[in-house]
Structures are given as C-alpha cells and as structure tokens.
C-alpha cells in the first residue's frame, strides 16, 4: 500500500462475537452473520492536508481528527469505521469495491476527482449499498468546474459546505440507511 494512504488510516475493528471455545459451531455461524459491517468513509487526493490546506475553505481540522471524531460517533450508534485517504484514483475505486462485499455503505469525500472521474461513478453504481457524498466547502459556491460532481447522481444524499461537521452528520444518516428501521 502507498505511504499515502497510512499516515490517516484509522480502522476500526468491527464487531466479533465473542465465543467461548467450546461453542457449537452453530452459534457462531449466527453471531458471524449478524455481525455490523463497517462504514467505508473515504478520502480523495490533497484531504491528506486538510488543516494546513486552505484554512479559510477547508476549515482547521485535520483528517486525523476527523478520522477520530468520526469513529467515536459511529461507535456510539453501534458501527464501527473503515477510514481511509489517497491522493490515487484507483485506490478509491479499489476501496469501493472492497465495500461492496464487506462494508455496510460508503460515505465519500471524492475531492477533485468528484468532477472528474467517471471511473468512480462506475464503481459507486456498482456498490449496491449506501452512499453519502460530503464535501467540507460548498463547491456550489466556488469555481464552475467544481460544481459538477459524478458522485452526486449515485449518492443517497449528499452534504455539503458544513466543513469537519459535514462528516458526523454523513456518519448518523448512514446508521440510519445502513439499517433499516425495523
Ligand atoms: C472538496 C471540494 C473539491 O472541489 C476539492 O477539489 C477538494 C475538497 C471539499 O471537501 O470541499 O479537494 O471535496
């Protein structure tokens, strides 16, 4: 893996059942298939910057941070959190389609490659699961070419402009979509 995409990685484990060693096989075949699968929360190029990167638009939390405070609130609503960041497209979609088979849905802050990539767009209409865009700044109030985004038109909802915050609300729509009330 790229060094790119360590410095914020911040997996957390996801639920194991605990099993004593003399359980029936039967039991944690069950407690395996009611496990809570991860919330993918994935980061695109140069957010590896984030509190030293144009303050003034992104705000003055890092990623790290961000990572932290994302994983306590998912932990509180009973996820835990895949969270990752690279500045590589393929990466991305690398991650997306690990989502597909073991994630419960994925919130993306796809940066500069939301107006660009195709390829993305390709894999999120391939995931089957959830999807919640979030960008920290409102690029409906920025530059034209920021406010088009491939994400958007595969996307659940999409959250925008609320900086570092954007995240925690992406976080609580997704354990709402991610399991449906019953
Ligand atoms: C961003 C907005 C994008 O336009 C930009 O390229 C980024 C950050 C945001 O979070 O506001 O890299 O995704």
Do not use: C
């Not at 915050?165 to 997704?174: I, P, Q």
Request: hydrophobic fraction near 45%; proline fraction near 5%; charged fraction near 25%.
């Amino acid at each position: 893996m790229r060094a790119a995409t360590r410095g914020v990685r911040a997996e957390s484990r996801w639920y194991k059942a605990r099993i004593s060693p003399g359980a029936p096989a039967v039991l944690a075949k069950k407690a395996n298939k009611t496990r809570t699968l991860p919330i993918y929360v994935l980061n695109g190029p140069t957010l590896n910057l984030l509190g030293k990167r144009e303050p003034e638009v992104y705000g003055t939390t890092t990623l790290a941070d961000i990572a932290k405070m994302v994983t306590a609130r998912a932990k509180e609503l009973g996820f835990p959190v895949v969270f990752r960041q690279s500045n590589h497209e393929g990466d991305l979609i690398d991650w997306i389609i690990e989502a597909r088979a073991k994630g419960s849905g994925v919130i993306l802050n796809g940066g500069a490659f939301s107006h660009t990539s195709i390829a993305i767009h390709d894999a999120l209409r391939a995931l089957d699961k959830p999807i919640i865009e979030v960008h920290l700044s409102n690029p409906f109030a920025r530059e034209a070419f920021r406010r088009h985004s491939h994400v958007s038109s595969v996307a659940s909802g999409v959250i925008v402009g609320l900086k570092a915050e954007g995240y925690l609300l992406a976080v609580e729509a997704m354990t709402k979509l991610a399991r449906p009330a019953p």
